[in-house]
């Protein structure tokens, strides 16, 4: 069973900003990679604990998806 996401709820909006609009066109194919730099790239908005957090329960996440 997947781990959660230790984010906030709040960032969901910036997630799918992120995803299915991304910022560079390496990341417009809707690919897991993608999807994951949709993350990080909101992660940016949080303070350095919170994003510290974040960061490494997405991986943690995503090593139980895989």
């Given at each position: 069973m997947a781990q959660p996401i230790d984010a906030p709820k709040h960032l969901?909006?910036?997630?799918?900003?992120?995803?299915?609009?991304?910022?560079?066109?390496?990341?417009k194919p809707r690919t897991l990679w993608s999807l994951k730099n949709a993350f990080t790239s909101a992660f940016k908005e949080l303070d350095p604990i919170?994003?510290?957090?974040?960061?490494s329960?997405?991986?943690?996440?995503?090593?139980?998806?895989n």
């Open positions: 969901m909006k910036a997630v799918h900003r992120h995803y299915f609009e991304p910022e560079y066109d390496a990341f919170p994003m510290y957090r974040a960061t329960s997405l991986g943690t996440y995503f090593d139980t998806v």
